[in-house]
C-alpha cells in the first residue's frame, strides 16, 4: 500500500502540468510516507531483535526510559513522596524524573472513586506511586487492565464471595480497589511483609503482561522469569519444603500461582535484606522478574 502512494506521487509529480503547490504538498507526502516506512521496519526489527535478546542471552530490554516530553509534577506531589515513599528518597536526580513522569501518567489515566470518602491528592500519589514503584524497571508500565481505583475507608462487603475485604484487583471492572485504612498500613509498617498496594497491583501486572506476552518484552522478562522459578521450586523438594516450613511467606502465597507471585514480592518490596539472606536464588529471580536494580534491592 505505502509503496503504491509512492509511485503515485512519483508519477504525479512528473506531469509538467502539475502547479508548484501541488507538487510540493506531493514531496511532503511522500516525504513523510517514507519516514513513517522506516519507522515501522525499524520498530519491526527492533522488536524482533529485543525479544531473542531477552528469550536466549540475557533478560534485558536495550532501553527502559525514553520520553520525547518527560512530564513534571505538580509541587504539591513532591512533599507526599519525599514524606511517604521511601523508595523515591533513594533513587538519583534523573531516576526521580522519570518517576515523577510515570506518576503523572497514572493519575491522568486513572480514574479516582471514593466510596464515602474523599479522594485526595495523598491518595492518588501513593497508589500511583504503588504502580510506579512495581513498574519502573520496565519500558511498558502502563497497567492496561485497570482503568479506575476505587477506594473505602476501610474493609468494606464484597459481592463476589459476601465478605469484606481489603482490597482487589477486579478484572471484569477494570478496577483496583482498596480499603485506604489498609493501604496505609502497607507503608507505616514497612517490615511485615504485608503490603496492600504492592499485592493488588502485582495482580493487575501479571494479567496485562498475560495478555502482552507475545509482542512485549517487559512481558516476557516477567512471565518467563516467573516461570522458571515454579518450575525450580517444583523440582526442588528440598527448597519447597523450607519455603513452606521457613514461616518468612505467609500461608495465603499457597492458595494459588496468582496469589504466590503477589506475596514473593510483597516480601521481597517489604525485607529484600532478609529475603536475600533467607532464599538468595529466589531473591534474584524475583529481581531479575522485575529487573529491579534500584538502591536498597
Known amino acids: 500500500m505505502i509503496l503504491k502512494i509512492l509511485y503515485v506521487v512519483y508519477f504525479l509529480f512528473k506531469e509538467k ?60 506531589y513532591k512533599p507526599i513522596l519525599e514524606q511517604e515513599f521511601l ?13 515523577d513522569h510515570r506518576i503523572q501518567y497514572f493519575i491522568n489515566n486513572w480514574e479516582f472513586i471514593g466510596k464515602d470518602i474523599e479522594v485526595t491528592t495523598k491518595m492518588k500519589v501513593l497508589i500511583a506511586a504503588t504502580a510506579t514503584k512495581l513498574t519502573f524497571g520496565f519500558r511498558e508500565y502502563k497497567i492496561d487492565v485497570v482503568d479506575k481505583v476505587i477506594i473505602y475507608e476501610k474493609a468494606y462487603f464484597s459481592s463476589i464471595n459476601n465478605q469484606l475485604h481489603k482490597g482487589e484487583f477486579n478484572l471484569r471492572f477494570n478496577a483496583l480497589v482498596f480499603s485506604w485504612e489498609d493501604f496505609e498500613k502497607g507503608y507505616k509498617i514497612e517490615n511485615d511483609n504485608i503490603n496492600l498496594g504492592v499485592h493488588e497491583c502485582i495482580h493487575a501486572m501479571h494479567f496485562t503482561f498475560l495478555k502482552s506476552r507475545r509482542y512485549s518484552t517487559s512481558a516476557a522478562i516477567f512471565l518467563d522469569s516467573f516461570q522458571e522459578l515454579t518450575s525450580k521450586i517444583e523440582k526442588d523438594n528440598r527448597l519447597k519444603n523450607k519455603i513452606i516450613n521457613s514461616g518468612y511467606f505467609r500461608d495465603y502465597a499457597f492458595e494459588n ?24 536464588k529466589i531473591y534474584l529471580k524475583i529481581k531479575e522478574m522485575l529487573n529491579f536494580n534500584f538502591a536498597g534491592y
Open 17 to 76: 502540468e502539475a502547479p508548484l503547490v501541488f507538487k510540493i504538498i506531493l514531496i511532503i507526502l511522500g516525504v513523510v510516507t517514507a519516514l513513517l516506512t522506516i519507522i515501522v521496519v525499524f520498530k519491526s526489527f527492533f522488536g524482533f531483535f529485543e525479544m531473542a535478546r531477552v528469550e536466549f542471552i540475557t533478560k534485558k530490554q536495550f532501553f527502559t526510559h525514553f520520553y520525547i516530553i518527560r512530564k513534571t509534577l505538580p509541587k504539591a
Open 87 to 99: 523508595f523515591y528518597k533513594k533513587l538519583n536526580p534523573l531516576e526521580q524524573k522519570n518517576f
Open 257 to 280: 500461582q496468582f496469589e504466590f507471585i503477589s506475596v514473593l514480592v510483597e516480601n521481597f518490596i517489604e525485607t529484600p535484606l532478609e529475603f536475600r539472606s533467607q532464599f538468595p
